[in-house]
């Protein structure tokens, strides 16, 4: 069964940091495409952070660059979203997922298997 568990949410000042991690049993993570989303109430579910495991090749979104960096501890079979220099607007229930193939996307559709997300809440 596949499974992905996310961890690390909290509460935290803006300008703070946190590392979301995401647990990932039933299947190796090197294989398949990662990525992070993220929803506040209101909003669309938008991705933040996505990586192929085919080049290995990181991507951002741009309202999250420069802050937000994504990466895989293939030992552990454990996905990170170290998030730096948070903002009140990154406040949202946050995601991880993957998809059956290694090439990844900004687009939620493909991918079919979710974690049951973590919050995030910074105050300013």
């Known amino acids: 069964e596949v499974q992905l568990v996310e961890s690390g949410g909290g509460l935290v000042q803006a300008g703070g940091s946190l590392k979301l991690s995401c647990a990932a049993s039933?299947?190796?993570?090197?294989?398949?495409?990662i990525a992070w989303f993220r929803q506040a109430p209101g909003k669309e579910r938008e991705a933040v952070a996505w990586?192929?495991?085919?080049?290995?090749?990181?991507h951002c979104a741009d309202s999250v660059k420069g802050r937000f960096t994504i990466s895989i501890d293939n030992a552990n079979n454990t996905a990170f979203l170290q998030m730096n220099n948070l903002e009140p607007e990154d406040t949202a229930l946050y995601y991880c997922?993957?998809?059956?193939?290694?090439?990844?996307?900004?687009?939620?559709?493909?991918?079919?298997?979710w974690g049951q997300g973590t919050q995030v809440t910074v105050s300013s």
């Open positions: 997922a993957t998809k059956g193939y290694p090439v990844a996307s900004p687009l939620a559709a493909p991918y079919k298997q």
């Open positions: 039933g299947f190796i993570f090197n294989e398949y495409a």
């Open positions: 990586m192929s495991s085919d080049d290995g090749i990181t």
